[in-house]
């Protein structure tokens, strides 16, 4: 039993939003050393400066920027879901035949 995947995608727009959503957590995961200006978490003594050119959201108490810190959590949370996705979904996708449980072959 062959499974074509492209005609899968194309026919089912839940196939499509996944997909769409895999894409922007992988653009988000591998542009994020080049979007983010400064180190997460380093500190400075710019500390709650308003957002401006060099800090697009400002800084915090610490003098952390905000954008980076957003950033870099953002792109570990996509790193996580991209790793452990697959495992999740095929739990959950074992649940899904009209509400009764599939039997994987073993």
């Not at 994020?32 to 060099?54: C, K, M, Q, T």
């Amino acid at each position: 039993m062959h499974i074509n995947y492209c005609r899968e995608i194309k026919h089912s727009p839940m196939g499509r939003m996944g997909l769409i959503i895999v894409a922007f957590w992988l653009m988000i995961s591998f542009l994020a050393p080049f979007l983010v200006p400064y180190d997460p978490g380093a500190h400075s003594r710019e500390i709650f400066l308003p957002p401006n050119g060099s800090h697009l959201l400002g800084t915090n108490d610490v003098g952390q920027d905000v954008w980076g810190a957003n950033y870099s959590r953002n792109s570990y949370i996509a790193d996580y879901f991209l790793r452990h996705g697959p495992l999740i979904g095929s739990f959950q996708s074992g649940c899904r035949n009209n509400g009764r449980p599939v039997r994987a072959p073993l």
